[in-house]
């Protein structure tokens, strides 16, 4: 097995000499408060002409049908054909674009990432000589996979067991993005056949683009390691509210002071708004059922409960693969909160700052809180034989990558560059900070790896602190 030795010696290396980092806002923001009128539910239709609006085309479908639920207005605004957020934006991400994940703050986060996974296959006993498949899922423009590579071709034992780098990408624009970054300038994905593929730059495994993870087929000699970084906080939600009555759902309609959609003449942008419905859903009815803490949540007046359907198919399928494969592991890093149910945790970003998730459908990026003991709870389902670890915080999982070794070790090499030691400073500390802007708390990390007796799994293991030193997660005392 792999030593913890190790896992420091695999942060310390120098990979590469620019860095980069960004100070402007991530997604996790405070939610807004939801507003309510009584209407009944209903499913959305397709919109048919190219010139109306999205939120025109929402807003038809709802007059003509009634409210729809979150989940198909938030499919609609993200993933829909037609002027869907991430489907038809070029490129949503860093200055220029709509928030700054992680990858783009600084080079450190994607390298121990790619350290991690060596770090988990060496555990493993090199998957027991099975081909290494990269999985990664809403991959951004190809940043984080770029930084991993980059570190995985360094240790060529590693880098001669990968058979290929499948990416899970709705947008044809990031594709084009993320090829250029991972295959070479200029490159775009060709068609052969079934997908769209192209040759990486970094050690010849080809690289695959999916529109779904349920689209890759595994070889039996093959082990999945699957990467999902914000990409959870994405996927659609459901929201319910308790009443006297029980589970309700909250539903989503046109403002009826915003609903100008004249017979002619141009109609104004609509604006949206939650509804209660007034009867018991099936989505409603089943919300007890799917976890002993929402029932607990039933004998609480006016509670709310947050549920992805989405999240849980995914956990599904992350486990099912490692199981079946008997080895592989899962790495979803995202925000929210670890012991609590997300409530009220929608939210709109717009260049850098929240704005309503009910206005300008598809131009507004919407994401929500994770809720990580409902994926933790999915993914250990008796008939899989997996464990999970986490969720442990970011900066509790970077430290124990090597972090800091690593950060000082680009420190010295930039020795000399105020300028590239500045950067080099802030990306460390906007990463590992539980306060402020720092995403060292709010963002959390859970792995999925085969049974094998609750092995440690690097990053989630509390190590002793130093002495004079706080471990993570506690508190300073005061002078």
């Not at 239709?45 to 009634?66: C, F, H, V, Y």
């Not at 260049?351 to 309503?356: D, W």
Request: glycine residues 8%.
């Amino acid at each position: 097995m792999a030593s913890q030795r190790c896992l420091r010696r695999l942060a310390s290396l120098s990979c590469k000499e620019t860095v980069s980092v960004s100070s402007i806002s991530s997604r996790w923001r405070p939610a807004l408060l939801p507003q309510s009128r009584r209407v009944y539910p209903h499913h959305l239709t397709r919109r048919s002409m190219t010139s109306t609006s999205l939120g025109q085309s929402i807003a038809k479908a709802i007059e003509s049908t009634g409210p729809i639920s979150l989940i198909h207005y938030m499919k609609q605004c993200l993933t829909g054909k037609d002027g869907g957020y991430y489907t038809s934006s070029p490129d949503p991400f860093g200055e220029a674009g709509d928030f700054v994940t992680s990858p783009e703050i600084s080079q450190m986060f994607g390298e121990l990432i790619g350290i991690w996974i060596i770090y988990e296959w060496m555990s493993q006993n090199q998957c027991n000589g099975k081909k290494v498949v990269l999985i990664e899922l809403g991959p951004g423009r190809g940043t984080l996979m770029d930084d991993a590579l980059r570190v995985m071709r360094k240790f060529k034992p590693f880098a001669e067991a990968v058979s290929g780098v499948k990416l899970v990408e709705a947008s044809h624009p990031l594709r084009d993005t993320q090829c250029e970054k991972l295959c070479g300038e200029g490159l775009k994905p060709r068609w052969q056949g079934t997908n769209w593929t192209e040759t990486s730059k970094h050690f010849g495994a080809p690289v695959t683009w999916y529109e779904d993870v349920r689209q890759i087929v595994l070889q039996h000699d093959e082990a999945p390691f699957f990467i999902a970084h914000e990409f959870f906080d994405a996927l659609p939600i459901n929201a319910f509210q308790n009443t006297p009555d029980g589970w309700r759902e909250l539903l989503v309609d046109v403002k009826k002071d915003k609903l100008i959609l004249p017979s002619s003449g141009e109609p104004k942008e609509p604006e949206f708004c939650f509804t209660l419905a007034p009867k018991l859903s099936a989505p409603a009815r089943a919300v007890n059922s799917l976890s002993p803490r929402y029932e607990a949540l039933s004998r609480i007046p006016n509670a709310m409960v947050e549920i992805s359907p989405d999240s849980h198919g995914y956990m599904i399928h992350f486990s099912k693969s490692i199981h079946n494969a008997g080895s592989g592991a899962a790495l979803v890093i995202d925000y929210g909160p670890a012991n609590t149910v997300p409530m009220n945790s929608l939210r709109g970003i717009q260049k850098h700052k929240r704005v309503s998730p009910f206005v300008q459908p598809g131009k507004v990026d919407l994401s929500a809180d994770v809720d990580f003991g409902a994926l933790v709870e999915t993914a250990l389902r008796p008939d899989f034989n997996v464990e999970v670890h986490g969720p442990a915080e970011q900066c509790q999982f970077l430290f124990g990558l090597g972090i800091k070794e690593r950060y000082e070790s680009l420190a010295e090499t930039a020795q000399g560059d105020p300028e590239t030691l500045a950067i080099l400073k802030s990306g460390f500390e906007r990463l590992t900070e539980r306060g402020g802007l720092g995403m060292g708390k709010i963002y959390k990390a859970v792995a999925i790896v085969p049974e094998s007796g609750g092995r440690q799994v690097a990053g989630f293991q509390r190590e002793a602190p130093a002495e004079g030193e706080p471990a993570v997660g506690e508190e300073q005392p005061p002078a």
